[in-house]
């Protein structure tokens, strides 16, 4: 018996980074899962990898009506939800506070933040229906400690903490548990593209934000996968309102 056999999961942003590694290790581990994204190519192609345990879904998290049909779809397609990881996020312009527009300040939160309550308002029926389930939300160590960039990410994964906490105590006669996961910086596109905007050396600018975490380097997709699988999984059963901090020691200090 695998660890969540039987499971249906719903992954947001599953088609590339932290997304499409727990997309593989939650198929791997015995669930079926619904991919959402707004890139067709790359979610269609990873959720063919695995026949009929994965179907992908176009959704955009920050429009409501776009999560309530993805909730119907997924639902049409699996009969159930028993996971709900919400993982997609963007990193937003990267500038002081005293220069970023409006318009940048409220993309970011559309996404990071208003993608969170609509895929959670829209699963918790769901949910309910399954018997109770786990809501994963992707916060960040920026959830938890400051930096001096990126200040409308930062504070949307504070958003994403608090929200996890209140939804925790919400939902927990209904056995539905919520938690956030901190991870430090874990190489994928995102942090590929936010380096990569900074100019300079990619392989050097990679060592560099390595060494801010003790055990000396980022981490990888597969890290933060391994705590969902758990999140998701019975054997965090009396696990919820907590932080899983993936990090290797960054926020330590
Ligand atoms: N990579 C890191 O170092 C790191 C650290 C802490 C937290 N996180 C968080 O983990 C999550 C995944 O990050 P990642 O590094 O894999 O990012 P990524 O950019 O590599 O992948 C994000 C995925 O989300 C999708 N997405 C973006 N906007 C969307 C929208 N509006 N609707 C649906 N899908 C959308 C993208 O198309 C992409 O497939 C994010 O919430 C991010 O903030 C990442």
Redesign the pocket.
Same mark, same amino acid.
């Given at each position: 018996m695998s660890r969540l056999d039987g499971k249906v999961a719903l992954v #947001? /942003?599953g !088609?590339?980074? =932290? /997304?499409a590694a727990c997309v593989n290790r939650l198929v791997e581990a015995g669930a079926r899962v619904a991919v !959402?994204?707004?890139?067709d190519g790359p979610g269609r192609q990873l959720a063919e990898r695995f026949g009929d345990r994965a179907r992908y879904f176009h959704?955009?998290? !920050?429009v409501e009506a776009e999560v309530q049909r993805l909730l119907a779809d997924m639902l049409a397609a699996f009969g159930r939800l028993d996971v709900l990881v919400n993982? !997609? /996020?963007?990193a937003g312009a990267n500038k002081p506070t005293h220069e970023i527009t409006e318009a940048e300040w409220d993309r970011v939160q559309a996404?990071?933040v208003k /993608?969170v309550f609509f895929c959670t308002k829209h699963a918790i029926a769901p949910l309910r229906a399954a018997g109770g389930g786990s809501i994963i939300n992707?916060s960040? =160590?920026y959830g938890l400690v400051g930096a001096p960039d990126v200040p409308p990410y930062h504070a949307s994964k504070g958003a994403v903490r608090l929200m996890s906490k209140t939804d925790a105590l919400l939902y927990a006669a209904d056995r539905i548990r919520v938690n956030s996961i901190h991870?430090g910086?874990?190489w #994928?596109?995102?942090?590929e593209h936010h380096l990569a905007a900074t100019g300079g050396d990619l392989e050097q600018l990679r060592r560099e934000v390595g060494a801010l975490h003790p055990l000396g380097h980022m981490g990888e997709?597969d890290d933060i996968a391994w705590g969902v699988v758990y999140l998701a999984s019975d054997e965090s059963k009396f696990v919820t309102g907590s932080e899983l901090v993936i990090d290797g020691g960054y926020s330590c200090r």
């Open positions: #947001t /942003g !088609a590339l980074g =932290i /997304g !959402a994204d707004v890139l959704a955009d998290v !920050a993982n !997609a /996020g963007i996404v990071n /993608g992707l960040s =160590i991870p910086y874990i #994928t596109p995102m942090v997709p």
